[in-house]
């Protein structure tokens, strides 16, 4: 049976194929021909590389139907001649978050606010942490939480538990909102462009514990935070957003830690917002990201 609907969804398509003539047009006369309206639209052509990326998000022009088998199929005959790699999504469809965090509160916090207000178009099946701390707001939002301890000698029994967890919410994205663990290589693999880790970024760079207070002992001015898919290399995965603010000898430890969690907020959930709306491509060891 066809999967047709008549609603009021928009579209997404992502592409992207070998640089070469008419990689636009081949999509916007498509949806053009079909009767679409394009909402909105990004494109880059990565020169270097010579890989050309495109962004489209488009609805019906009047009260039409969407037979998604159809247009699948139409498209990728015009696609295949430009050996394009591409997807399609539709909203409103809520992504699925998984969500994982230790004993820091602030990033939790600021997700659930956007998810309970509407910000962020997303479902939370799960928070998962290794610390009990949290149980008491996730119960608040009536959201299961997993109080999964880990030692190094669980690590991996407890990663298995992890995993089922991801699997039976049907996660479309975990996020390490400031969760304190290293995933295991075997774990990196599996979560490969759906896990979102988020870190401070100071300016030099300072590792190991405390490292607000060494930042003060430097006389730092410039405070931020990376947010980026997790890889196996630690802290080092494929960049998708990141935040910066400027500060003074004024600020002590404290200050600097203060405004640094404010800058993991906004950063991550910049990221997490991209995810979900399709705007972000892996690119090798890097990124396209198409803000709006």
Same mark, same amino acid.
């Given at each position: 049976? #066809? @999967?047709?609907?008549?609603? &009021?969804? *928009?579209? =997404? =398509? *992502? $592409? @992207?194929?070998? &640089?070469?003539?008419? *990689? ?5 006369? +498509? ?7 394009? /909402? ?24 039409? &139907? +969407?037979?998604?088998? *159809? ?50 178009? =997303? ?6 942490? /290794?610390?009990? @701390?949290?149980?008491?707001? $996730? ?11 880990? #030692? ?39 979560? $490969?462009? !759906? ?24 006389? =730092? ?49 910049? $990221?997490? !917002? ?16 198409? #803000?709006?």
């Amino acid at each position: 049976m #066809s @999967d047709i609907k008549t609603v &009021s969804q *928009t579209h =997404i =398509i *992502t $592409a @992207d194929c070998p &640089s070469q003539p008419g *990689t636009v047009d081949v999509v916007t006369r +498509f949806l053009f021909e079909q009767g679409f309206y394009i /909402n909105e639209i990004h494109s880059f052509d990565d020169t270097d590389e010579k890989r050309f990326f495109i962004r489209i998000e488009f609805r019906p022009d009047s009260a039409m &139907s +969407f037979d998604r088998e *159809t247009f699948c199929s139409e498209f990728e005959q015009r696609a295949s001649e430009f050996d394009m790699q591409w997807q399609l999504a539709s909203r409103p469809k809520k992504s699925k978050v998984v969500i994982m965090v230790s004993k820091h509160d602030h990033c939790l916090n600021d997700l659930l606010y956007r998810y309970r207000t509407g910000d962020l178009d =997303i479902e939370i099946p799960a928070i998962i942490s /290794n610390h009990p @701390d949290l149980e008491d707001l $996730a119960k608040w939002h009536g959201i299961p939480y997993y109080h999964l301890p880990i #030692s190094k000698e669980t690590k991996v029994e407890q990663e298995a538990k992890v995993w089922q967890i991801i699997q039976s919410c049907e996660a479309d994205l975990v996020v390490l909102a400031r969760y304190m663990q290293v995933l295991s290589s075997d774990m990196c693999k599996k979560l $490969a462009g !759906r896990a979102i880790n988020i870190h401070h970024s100071l300016l030099p760079g300072f590792k190991g514990a405390r490292p607000y207070y060494q930042a003060y002992d430097r006389g =730092i001015k410039l405070v931020g935070a990376t947010a980026h898919y997790v890889s196996d290399d630690l802290d080092e995965g494929p960049i998708i957003s990141q935040g910066v603010e400027t500060v003074d000898h004024g600020y002590y430890p404290k200050d600097l830690a203060a405004k640094g969690r404010d800058i993991e907020c906004l950063t991550l959930s910049r $990221a997490v !917002r991209c995810h979900i709306e399709h705007r972000i491509f892996l690119h090798g060891k890097k990124t396209v990201v198409f #803000s709006k």
